[in-house]
């Protein structure tokens, strides 16, 4: 299973709201990541986790939060977002952090009202 | 700092001809390893092909190639007898060795490939 999955693959929240994107793997990999894509942009890393430890986090603002509960799910908790955050969080694993090639999920398209 | 350049904003190219995707970047680093990733319409992105910067030889993975120029700083990717199923936004990536004491995966602003039947 090569697959990495993602929930929900729509999103619409208020700037007051509380909510979750979830990530999961089932393919032993030790390392997840959480990107941000905007429309017509390439994707920006925003957090590394390894061995369920954040291992990078790109100057990310505090209104995202990320959790990695166990080897396969990784979370990101979202508070009082702005509409400028509105974009396509993808989020990806690999073997480890120091292998090349992530698997990429098929994104959440967040809108922020 | 890296980076990553993609001139080519769309390209178009006749299902079974062959076109080649441009890719320069820059980086101080003498160990690294680029990247060509496909993300079609339904957004999955997925791996097309690798090259570390310390092998000479050109990475081939069936149809797809590329001419990797170190010294110009240069990654091309050459798409063989294209396909229906070739057209997608082609990203092309940079990422730092796991020795550089620093992690960084970047990507350039991507080619749209449209093809043609």
């Known amino acids: 299973d090569t697959e990495v999955t993602q929930t929900p693959k729509h999103l619409v929240m208020g700037m007051t709201n509380k909510k979750s994107l979830k990530c999961e793997q089932h393919m032993g990999h030790r390392a997840m990541y959480w990107y941000k894509q905007k429309a017509k942009k390439p994707p920006e890393l925003m957090f590394v986790y390894s061995y369920e430890k954040l291992s990078i986090n790109e100057s990310v603002p505090s209104r995202f939060s990320p959790e990695c509960p166990n080897s396969s799910l990784l979370n990101l908790h979202l508070h009082a977002l702005q509409p400028e955050d509105s974009a396509l969080y993808l989020c990806?694993?690999?073997?480890?952090?120091?292998?090349?090639?992530?698997?990429f999920g098929p994104g959440t398209r967040l809108t922020v009202t | 700092a890296q980076t990553v350049t993609q001139s080519q904003p769309e390209m178009s190219v006749q299902e079974a001809e062959t076109v080649t995707l441009s890719c320069t970047y820059d980086t101080s680093e003498s160990d690294y390893y680029l990247f060509w990733y496909k993300q079609p319409p339904s957004r999955q992105m997925i791996l097309v092909i690798r090259?570390?910067?310390?092998?000479?030889q050109n990475a081939t993975e069936n149809r797809f190639s590329v001419n990797f120029q170190k010294a110009a700083k240069s990654f091309s990717l050459k798409i063989s007898d294209s396909q229906l199923g070739d057209a997608a936004m082609y990203f092309c990536a940079y990422r730092s060795s796991t020795t550089s004491g620093t992690y960084k995966y970047i990507f350039g602003t991507g080619t749209r490939l449209k093809v043609l039947a």
């Open positions: 090259q570390e910067a310390y092998k000479q």
């Open positions: 990806a694993s690999s073997q480890d952090k120091d292998y090349y090639e992530q698997y």
